[in-house]
């Protein structure tokens, strides 16, 4: 097997479970895998390792998502000119807001916690599994985890992402 290969077995799920909790929809969410791998491959050689390879697959395939979001959305403004029904458009933009809006916040937080936070709430890991990623303790990944929710409560007045 080749680095690809491996890079694509040993991440597969991950991305998927990940893409599979932004969008909510499994026929989207293994296209958008695909297309996340086939750029990561693209890729691999501007890889500096500056992250997590399962991070830096986890955001190439947000930016995917987002890209396919871009797509509907002139899809449903052809479609409303056709048909005069604003309701497509409206739903893929409120949807849009929100997931845009959560990771503007998510962004706003320094690495660590923001590619704990990821892990644990998109890509559904468990805390085990983050810390065998970061070579730290269970322990870590949860203190980690929750340092990253407070701080984002202590900034929006006690809302949660």
């Known amino acids: ?45 501007n890889f500096k390792g500056q992250c997590n390879v399962r991070s830096w697959l986890c955001q190439i395939g947000k930016n995917t998502y987002f890209s396919y979001l871009k797509k509907l959305k002139k899809q449903c403004e052809i479609d409303i000119c056709e048909s005069n029904s604003i309701s497509c458009l409206e739903d893929n933009l409120i949807l849009e807001e929100n997931v845009s809006e959560v990771h503007k916040e998510i962004d706003k937080l320094e690495n660590v916690y923001k590619e704990v936070f990821c892990l644990r709430t998109f890509g559904e890991l468990s805390f085990l599994e983050i810390a065998k990623i970061h070579s730290k303790s269970e322990s870590w990944a949860r203190v980690t985890y929750h340092r990253a929710k407070l701080k984002n409560q202590k900034k929006h007045g006690g809302k949660h992402l």
């Not at 799920?13 to 990940?18: L, Q, T």
Request: charged share 30%; with cysteine; glycine share 0%.
């Open 1 to 45: 097997m080749n680095d690809f290969e491996n890079l694509y077995n040993k991440h597969f799920k991950y991305v998927y479970r990940y893409i599979l909790s932004i969008c909510k929809n499994t026929e989207i969410a293994e296209d958008i895998t695909q297309e996340t791998f086939f750029k990561a491959l693209k890729n691999l050689k």
